[in-house]
C-alpha cells in the first residue's frame, strides 16, 4: 500500500463515536487501496476502542493514553495529532463533524497552513479528483469542493451521512501503544460536570422525534420519550419549547442548536421556523404532525399529519406497542 490515508476514533465517556467508524468509510472512498490508519486517543486503557476501529476497517491502530488527554482540549489533542502527522505522513486526514472536530481541525490546518474542507456528506471520485460535497446556506444548497492544493487531503465528516462498513470481528491489525509527551497546555479542563442524558445521542441518532411549543409542557414531552423508547430514536426540541421551558437547550435542534441528519425526523408541534429546518432539514424522511395545515413544516415534509398531537400521539404510540 503507497498510500496511508490518517482517521481520528473520538471517545465519548470511553466509548468510540460512531461517527469514528464512519471516517474508515470515508477514508476508503477517497482511495480505497490506501492503508487506514486510525489514531484513537484518551485516557486509560485504549484497546478495545482500538480493536473496534480495525474491525470497521482500520489496518492499523495508534493509541495514544495521557492524563491529559482525559478530557479534550484543542491543544492536547493537536499536539498528538500533528506528531502522528509529522510521522506518518498520510495523503489524507478525516475526523468526525463533531464539537471536537470542529475545534481541532482548524487550529491543525491554520498551524500547518493547510486547507480544510468541512461539514463534508458525501465524498465522490472523477478521474483522479476527489470531490467533497457540503451543505450550505444552512442546508439550503450544497456545494461541491476539491482541494486546489497537491498534497494533503483534510476534512471533516457530518456524523450520520457516509454509512460505516459493516463491522467484522476477525479482521486483525497491528495496534501500536504509542508515548506522547502532552505538555505545556494553557488549558487544563479539571473537572467535567456532565448533564445526564439517557438513551441515544441526538447528533448520531437515526431516528429523532423533536418537539415544538405545540407540546405545551414538559409534561407533554413524556409520549415523545415514550416514542422515542419504542423506536430506539432520540428526543429533541425546537427553540420554542427550549425557551418555554419543556426541555433542556442540549435538544435545541436549529441553526443555533444541533445539525441532525437522521433516516426520520418525526416533528411533533413544530412550526417550521427557517433558524429549526436549519438544523433537520437534511433528514432523509421527514414526517410532521401539526393541528395547522398552513405550518411551514409541511412544505419540508415527506409525510404530514394535520392533527392534534394529543390524539395522534396516543394512537401512534399504541399501534407500536401492538407489533
Ligand atoms: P411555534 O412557532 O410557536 O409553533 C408551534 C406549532 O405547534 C404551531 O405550528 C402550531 O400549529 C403547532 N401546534 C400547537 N398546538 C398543537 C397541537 N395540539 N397539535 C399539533 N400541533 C400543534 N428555533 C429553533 O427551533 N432552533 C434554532 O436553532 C433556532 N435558532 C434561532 C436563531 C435566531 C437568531 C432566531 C431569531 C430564532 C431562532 N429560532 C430557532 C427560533 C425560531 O425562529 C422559532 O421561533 C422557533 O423555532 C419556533 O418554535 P416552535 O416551532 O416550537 O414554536
Redesign the pocket.
Known sequence: MSEKILVIGELQQGVLRKVSYETIAAAKQLNANAEILALVLGDGDLQHPAEEMIHYGADRVITVSHANLSNYTSEGYGQVIMEVMHDENPSGIIMGHTSVGKDVTPKIASRLELGLISDAVAIEKEDDQVIFTRPIYSGKAFEKKVMKDEGLLFATIRPNNISALEPDASRTGDIIAREVDVKDLRTIVKEVIRKKTEGVDLSEAKIVIAG???V?SAEGFNALYELADLLGGAVGA????CDADYCDYSL??????KVVTPDLYIA?????????M??MSNSKVIVA????EE?N?FKMADYGIV????EVLPLFIEELKLQ
Not at 238 to 241: L, T, V
Open positions: 415544538g411549543r405545540g405545551k425546537s427553540r420554542g419549547a435545541q435542534i436549529g441553526q443555533t442548536g411533533v408541534g413544530i412550526s417550521g421556523a427557517i433558524q429549526h436549519a438544523g404532525i401539526n393541528s395547522d405550518a413544516i392533527g392534534d398531537l394529543f
